[in-house]
């Protein structure tokens, strides 16, 4: 078999236009998963396209995206689009078994209970939570009290490109392309809707076009690569 080099592309395009399938909130009563067991869960999910995974998550989890924002102020636009890529609509690992369900390390000072997965390093330590209920409210206590986070409670609350942009100058990920992400989420499964839901008047973002193009380098195919092994492998 005569081995092939493939120079991977990344091309992200996010766009908020006609021909794109929007994803509704609250059209439905989700099914809740919490005290089910890993296995019970991951078959439920395994029932579900991964569209259709993230429906259920923006259904079960927008009404306390929706009350963290009221007490914190943080735009439940924000909170939900993390929710959704770093827990994988729920179906990541942290979210199964630790109902941590924003990524959120440790640190200095954490006194509850842990977990241990390997991330930029190995065998990190994240914080577990009893329920997804209080990884969302921890989510906005850690926002809240980090002094490089203070500048984002100043952004205008409908400005989620602002905010999604802030959290990643704040250091919050590692990835370069999370506002990139964090705003595709929200424009494509418009959860900016949830956000006019608290204050109070309907605000509709204009069509954007994004185009990124991220070269990854060089690699050479073998039996058995697919797509989805290489996006693993290199983490895109």
């Given at each position: 078999?005569?081995?092939?080099k493939?120079?991977i592309?990344v091309?992200?395009?996010?766009?908020?236009?006609?021909?794109?399938?929007?994803?509704?909130?609250?059209?439905?009563?989700?099914?809740?998963i919490?005290?089910?067991?890993?296995?019970?869960?991951?078959?439920?999910?395994?029932?579900?396209?991964?569209?259709?995974?993230?429906?259920?998550?923006?259904?079960?989890?927008?009404?306390?995206?929706?009350?963290?924002?009221?007490?914190?102020?943080?735009?439940?636009?924000i909170?939900?689009?993390?929710?959704i890529?770093?827990s994988?609509s729920?179906?990541?690992?942290?979210?199964?078994?630790?109902?941590?369900h924003?990524?959120?390390?440790?640190?200095?000072?954490?006194?509850?209970?842990?977990?241990?997965?390997?991330?930029?390093?190995?065998?990190?330590?994240?914080r577990?939570?009893?329920?997804?209920?209080?990884?969302?409210r921890?989510?906005?206590?850690?926002?809240?009290?980090?002094?490089?986070?203070?500048?984002?409670?100043?952004?205008n609350?409908?400005?989620?490109?602002?905010w999604?942009?802030?959290?990643?100058?704040?250091?919050?990920?590692?990835?370069?392309?999370?506002?990139?992400?964090?705003?595709?989420?929200?424009?494509?499964?418009?959860?900016?809707k949830?956000?006019?839901?608290?204050?109070?008047?309907?605000?509709?973002?204009?069509?954007?076009?994004?185009?990124?193009?991220?070269?990854?380098?060089?690699?050479?195919?073998?039996?058995?690569?697919?797509?989805?092994?290489?996006?693993?492998?290199?983490?895109?």
């Amino acid at each position: 078999m005569r081995n092939h080099k493939l120079l991977i592309l990344v091309f992200i395009i996010f766009f908020n236009s006609c021909g794109v399938k929007k994803v509704s909130y609250r059209d439905n009563s989700p099914k809740k998963i919490n005290n089910k067991s890993v296995k019970s869960v991951n078959r439920f999910f395994k029932s579900m396209t991964n569209e259709q995974r993230t429906h259920w998550y923006v259904n079960t989890y927008s009404k306390i995206s929706i009350d963290e924002m009221k007490k914190f102020g943080i735009p439940a636009s924000i909170t939900m689009a993390q929710g959704i890529l770093e827990s994988n609509s729920g179906k990541g690992s942290l979210a199964l078994k630790s109902n941590n369900h924003f990524g959120i390390k440790c640190h200095k000072g954490w006194k509850g209970k842990k977990v241990y997965h390997d991330d930029d390093a190995k065998g990190e330590c994240f914080r577990k939570y009893k329920n997804p209920d209080k990884s969302y409210r921890d989510h906005s206590i850690f926002l809240e009290s980090r002094d490089r986070y203070n500048f984002l409670f100043k952004l205008n609350k409908r400005n989620y490109v602002k905010w999604a942009k802030g959290l990643s100058k704040a250091g919050y990920a590692t990835d370069t392309l999370y506002p990139s992400k964090l705003i595709g989420i929200i424009e494509r499964y418009e959860l900016y809707k949830i956000d006019n839901e608290v204050l109070g008047r309907n605000f509709i973002p204009k069509p954007r076009v994004v185009t990124q193009v991220q070269v990854i380098g060089e690699h050479i195919v073998e039996k058995g690569d697919t797509l989805f092994s290489l996006s693993k492998k290199y983490n895109i």
